[in-house]
């Protein structure tokens, strides 16, 4: 019995390591071939490790792609504070003040999150055109603040609805209004949810290629992600130089989240609706 | 008895006042909300919903070209594009691929989540690995990813170096069968985030379940066969509903790996709509395209949203 045991567990890590290595494949391909130098970018010793830990490749990369680098924290850190911060009222509003019809306005929110661009793009571009946000920071950082929307509200609207009303009802009694109750009360309990909320809002537009693609045309405004599929999309750069670049790419948001992995969960499971 | 009657009515009075003065205080405060909440409702009223219905609208133009045509020619985009090639093909593709990535995503998922849930040493470890790609973009797994699915380089490599010379795959570069191989990198991107929603359902599952079953005599397989997947039909929904509309809209990954591929193999309905639009200036068919992706994304969401119904209203 004991030993069926011992051979079940062990099966069951062993299955588990299997999974895990798999998962690591393709980060430790980008991390070995980063590190190599050109000439040893080939075929035979494709799976090997480098034979030391050679930076030209990710110091050609940094050079290509820094602006772009830039340009993504312009974008990125500006619209996840925004976008939390309109995300943050929305939730108080959706949670404590439902008025008639807010249920079914939440679910069009919801809706909306759900939808596929592509079925919003030419309209945005025209519209974008015509008030002179096209290939502009600021307009891109705008479209990702409304198309954060629903998912802010979401997420703070579960989170506050798990704080209880007597609190409210104390707060109105001390003379507290509509935004008394907010100032007072929800935002300085509101932490967890900012923090949850930051790092998806950061995440997702950090991760962000399709919409930053079509709002700004030009090269030199491109987020990071657009450029480093144009480094991938020319033959002429070397393997080495777009795994580095892919490296930097995702280095900001792997760090958030080996830092911050618990967060980030809770983020998955709510945006799904569950938990 | 008249005093009581009278101080009755006090209190009523006073009661009924203090409650008209409250009711007009919570009216003007909830008036108040909505107000703030207006500018909201507005950028979503436009960006999404008025947008949507000026998309199937441009649909329903002569704009194909570089300078707008709003003349009407009703369906004949639609015609046009119902017909076309291209269009077969990203539909076939659109099966393949959903096929293969949410299966992928459903059946890993759910078997690590199962494993996991067995009081595992080092839970969180693998838990962070397994979801770790979630964390970077579709343009970095596709980089990573194009390289090891290059029929030269890459996993090829490692199969002639276990004596599978023979097997060596296109993968990607396949002219019919390309799409398979993308949703092995988008399943390998997502599996962790299906494996969160099982891990969360499993967590749920009263123990007292499981140790009635044990009792009554049901092994292991027996458990998840008869209970657990049972009861985990709402997350396998969930799941399905979360990875059928990531099939519908892939664009990223496609990008980044091989674009439309030989002989379209690789395509997708988004990455046509792109080309279509932004590349070739045929509005008026990339807006049907966008239009006919809301359509079949709306067969998910709209049977999603009324089976989350309870969950959202409380």
Redesign the interface.
């Known amino acids: 019995m004991t030993l069926q045991r011992l051979w079940t567990r062990g099966a ?2 062993l ?2 390591i299997a ?2 290595a ?6 430790y ?2 991390i070995i ?1 980063g590190l190599k130098p050109y000439q040893d970018v080939n ?1 035979t010793r ?2 090997e490790l480098p034979r030391g830990i050679y930076l030209e490749g990710i110091i050609e990369a940094w050079q290509r792609v820094s602006p772009n680098f830039m340009n993504s924290v312009m974008i990125t850190v500006p619209a996840a504070l925004i976008s939390s911060l ?1 995300g943050s ?2 939730g108080y ?2 949670a404590k ?1 439902r ?1 008639r019809g807010a ?1 079914t ?8 999150m ?11 571009v025209l ?1 974008l055109q015509k008030v002179g946000l096209y290939g502009s920071m600021v307009g891109l950082i705008m ?1 990702h603040c ?2 954060g ?2 998912i802010t ?1 979401l997420l703070f609207r579960s989170y506050y ?1 798990g704080i209880p009303n007597e609190l409210l009802d104390a707060a109105r009694i001390d003379g507290c ?3 008394g109750i907010f100032r007072w009360i929800l935002l300085p309990l509101s932490l967890p949810a900012f923090a949850v909320v930051l790092l998806w809002q950061f ?1 997702t537009i ?5 919409i930053g693609l ?1 709002v700004l045309s030009s090269p030199r405004l491109a987020p990071i ?1 657009v450029a ?2 144009n480094i ?1 999309g020319s033959f002429s750069v070397e ?1 080495n130089v ?2 580095s ?3 930097i ?2 280095a900001p ?2 760090i ?3 830092a911050l ?1 618990k967060l ?2 809770r983020g ?2 709510a945006g ?4 | 008895m008249a005093d009581r009657a009278v101080s009755q009515g006090e209190v009523g009075l006073a009661a009924s006042i203090k409650g008209r003065k409250r009711k007009s205080w919570w009216r003007s ?2 008036l ?3 107000l ?2 207006s500018p ?2 507005i ?2 009223a436009v ?6 219905a ?2 199937f609208y ?1 649909s329903t133009v002569k704009w194909n070209s570089q300078v707008p045509d709003y003349t009407f020619v009703g369906l004949t985009n639609w015609v046009r594009l119902l017909g076309d090639n291209r269009f077969h093909i990203d539909l076939r593709n659109l099966v393949y691929y959903a096929i293969g990535f949410m299966s992928q995503c459903i059946i ?1 998922g759910f ?2 989540a199962a ?2 849930d ?1 009081k ?1 040493k080092g839970e969180a470890i ?23 699915l290059q029929p ?3 996993i090829n ?2 199969f002639a170096k276990i004596g599978l010379e023979s097997f060596q795959p296109l993968w990607n570069s396949h002219p019919k069968y390309g799409m398979w191989a993308v949703s092995i990198a988008a399943a ?1 991107q997502m ?3 299906v494996m ?2 099982y891990l ?2 499993l967590r749920g599952i009263p123990h007292e379940l499981r140790e009635a079953a044990a009792i009554d005599g049901a092994g292991t397989l027996a458990t998840y066969r008869y209970i657990i997947i049972p009861l985990l039909l709402p ?1 396998t929904f ?1 799941a399905i509903v ?1 990875t059928g ?1 990531n099939s ?2 892939v ?2 990954l496609v ?2 790996m091989s674009g439309s591929g030989p002989a379209f193999a690789t395509d997708t ?2 990455f046509n ?2 080309q279509s ?2 590349g070739a200036y045929r ?1 008026s068919l ?2 049907a ?3 006919f ?2 359509i079949l ?2 067969f ?3 049977p ?2 009324f089976s ?2 309870g ?4």
């Open positions: 069951i890590y299955v588990l999974f895990a798999y998962y690591m494949i393709p980060f391909v980008m071939t075929v494709m799976w309109i009222i929305n509003i959706f003040w008025f249920d306005l939440f679910i069009l929110f919801l809706v909306g759900f939808l596929p661009y592509q079925g919003i793009l030419i309209p945005l519209t479209v409304i198309f929307i629903p509200a609805a209004g509509f935004f995440t950090w991760n962000d290629f399709l079509i992600n480093v599929q991938a393997w777009q795994m670049a892919a490296l790419a995702a948001t792997i958030v989240y080996l992995g980030f969960m998955l499971l799904s609706l569950k938990g | 405060d909830m108040l909300a909505v703030v909440l909201s409702i950028a979503v960006f999404i919903y008025s947008f949507i000026w998309t441009i890993f078997i690590i494993l996991l067995q595992i693998f838990r962070t690995i397994i979801i770790f790609p979630f964390a970077v973009s579709g343009i970095v797994t596709g980089v990573a990813w194009r390289w090891l030269t380089t890459g490599i490692l390998w599996t962790g985030y969160a929603l969360a359902g997350v969930t979360l509309m519908i809209r664009f990223d990008s980044a309905l988004a709509m792109f639009t932004f509005y990339g807006a395209i966008g239009s992706m809301i994304s709306a998910l969401v709209i999603y949203m989350m119904r969950e959202v209203e409380r």
